[in-house]
RNA sequence: GGGUCUGUAGCUCAGUUGGUUAGAGCGCUACAUUGACAUUGUAGAGGUCUCCAGUUCGAGUCUGGACAGACCCACCA
């Protein structure tokens, strides 16, 4: 037998078992050797941005994931764990615009089109393989030949493919409407793309004609076409319906007066002034009254050629302007500094987003369809959720989830982005598609350009989320894989998947749309549960981020205490859906643990040279208390594991495991071994640890794996233990438990009186309970738990009484405070009990099981407090 | 403005359908240490479970309210 090193050393091995399992062939779910009735596992890698490496997010939902996928693939499931990357189309021009801007102070449009995409594309090879790299050091058992890009050729397809069947169902529509738009970017955002961030300016009230209203965008006045104020509100009730002429800074112009329930009433003088097209609230009223709609900001977010002297200004340089000549003029009745109000801006640059109308692709999400049942994709998508076809875990984001889908507008799916898919959209005439323009002439939709003089690709892309709101099934290979509404090949295999797994802040962004995507696309749920968990933070509670340097990189973590610690750290002390924190002390402590179960291993190793795992035991191989107790132990350990992770609660579940290895196997079935030698049963626990370890700690458990089995078989895909009930052993538990306490107590004593540990201390029991719990007390030798001289111990009667000789060595004062607040302590539990007990309404209300609980606490109280007493009385 | 979550030991957090004297890790204190493990062991101190009211035989757990913190959604001109 080979020397076995003191400590585990995750570097040495990680590496190695990772390409054993990858040449294995069983990340593939084809190469397991499974029945044919086997059910599918599948979870899709929610896929990381390709703007930069991993972080712990990412490392977090990978150990939640692989957790589950190594923990079915062991319970016979055909388990796939697909991997994949994100073009992330917007983040990743930014992240590259700023480099370029940095690195050769240019600009995307200095570069051009073409060029700059090159420079993405070099940009994501880098990135795109580290991330890949970087999965494979988490342990992640991925399939890496179904590994996926949502921008590479058979994506491309899908998209394609998407956007065209949505066109013909005429689910897609080009409108043109208010937009959140960031001039910076030059690109239209998503609602949700928006951040609103609370700044403090100026509130204008200005005379205009007959109201005065307030405003904080003076400069918007140039468009406005109405003025609104609240259905019913006395001060302007005879002015509705009437229109008025309104003085301004480049002349008169008309409003009407329209009665709106957008109106606050209460704020500033209850009228405002409606600018159609460039605030939503305002774009609303207009379109319910038929109000006209004047732009007056373009895209660069520059005052049009129809704002006369203020033409080309920023709206903050004619706000200014403006602002000026309205004081000349007198059309500022006040203005209010130190106006709280919350400005849009946009989530990837920061810009001030304009609203302004634009002409874009929507996708309708009310509009019903006849390949739903004549429901709209909105209807589709909360009646999955809400009759739990899909299951939210935690349940409270069931809730979040309708609440967002119910309130959800038509989706705005083109962006003016260089970097992403395209439309498979043609226009006749290339100067057609600009932003201002206000009429279209031809447009073609289909796969290629068709034929014809002129014909100019649309050069929008599609909002990132488009792509990946597909990811569950293009994954999967639709739309190849799917013929006259049949699924065949990988998507009839493993669609819908079981899980997915992703942090709560994308459940609107992401999951919501892959819902949508699949039901259309397929007419099914993308996934039947959804796992959330929250945020991974810093030890100090505050969100992780490159800017503020509290980042904790997870290769870092994993290069300094292996990647079992790394993952352990990000699977126990957290609940589903809550934030956790994580500091280095606490990977480093669960760095602790697995040398802890590397030692189990050694010690095993070393106290046995014929070794070996066992798979099996019966009763007749347990010879003694001790291996009764712990095999018990062990049984309900794995039951207790199991219906943890079937319910998701890793933590528990993981915490169960370190305890029992930790304090049950080593603290004390292990030393008891050292005299009883049964190596058999240190086999068969050995081997249900590692089982049960794998999907927490891959790597060490295979590493002890293939020493054990000298690399003839894998544990990754061994089976799943099952408990054996006829081992578990109630009475076997009571008994060394309260052995325990009996060494417990001793120990407590010993500790308290400070006595020599090398001294033996005498125990004399003069009345037992039990004869052969004393009996098995002297057996199993104790002692060298507790270094206790087991000779004196008497057996006579009926009542256990151990009696340490330790008089000489004893504080007798300090003892008796002791004694006494014991006893005082236990009256005080029996009055209470007893109370209890003589309650009428307890003994007819609670269950029988808790009031035999309580009569047998009530005694053992009883009998406790008889010992301490007469302890007390020896003492005197 | 609407909503969700959190509040348990000095710190970080568990606590499954209400039912033992409320738990763990870290930290702290004391002691130990050559043979699986100093990445260790043993023991100890430390909690009016944020507060108030209610339901109940019984509340950390359920209900209502208050306070504090975090977040989400909507955005108010």
Known sequence: MQEIPKTYEPQKYEDKIYSLWEKSGKFNPDNLKLPKNAKPYTIILPPPNITDKLHLGHASIIAIEDLLIRFHRMKGFRALYLPGTDHASIATQNVVEKKLLKDQGLTRHDLGREKFLEEVWKFLRVTQATILKQARKMGGSFDWSREAFTLDAQRKKAVTKMFLDMH?????YRGKRIVNWCPRCKSTLADDEVEYNEEIGKLYWIRYGPFVLATSRPETKLGDTAVAVYPGDKRYAKMVGKKYMIPGVLGEF???????????PKFGSGAIKV???????????????????????????????????YAGMTTLEARKAIVADMEKMGFIDHVEDGYKHNLATCYRCGATIEPIPSEQWFLAVDKKLKRLGGKSLKEKALEVAKNGKIKFYPFRFTKRYIDWMTNLHDWCISRQIWFGHEFPVWYRDSNQKSVSSEQQKEIYVGEKAPKGKGWVRDPDTFDTWFSSGMWSFSTLGWPDNYKNNKKTGDLAKFHPTQVLETGYEILTLWVSRMIMMSLFALGEIPFENVYLHGMVLDQFGKKMSKSKGNGIDPMDMIEKFGTDAVRLSLLIGSAPGNDMRLSEEKIASYRNFVTKLWNIYRYCVHADGKFLLIEKISQKDLKSLSD????????RLIEAVTDNLNEYKFSLAGEMLEKFIWNDFASWYLEINKLENNSKVLGYVLDKILKLSHPFAPFITEKIWQDMYEGKCILMVEKWPVADKKLIDKKAQMEFDSLRQVVSKIRNTRASYHIDPGKTIQVFAKKAENKEVLEKLARIKIDIVSKIDTNGIVVAGKKIKLTLAISDLVDIEKEKARLGKEIANLEGLIVKTGALLGNKNFVKSAPKEII???QAKLKEYGDKLKIQQELFENLR
């Open 254 to 264: 008309e409003i009407t007066v329209v009665a709106d329930k957008a109106v606050d």
């Open 168 to 172: 013909a169902e005429g689910l897609v």
């Open 852 to 854: 035999l609980v309580n």
């Open 275 to 309: 600018t159609p097209a460039h605030d939503f609230t305002d774009y609303a009223i207009s379109q319910k009254h038929n109000i006209a709609l004047k732009q007056i900001i373009d895209e660069d977010g520059k005052m049009m050629s129809n704002c006369g002297k």
């Open 628 to 635: 009764r107790w712990i095999v018990s132990e062990l049984n």
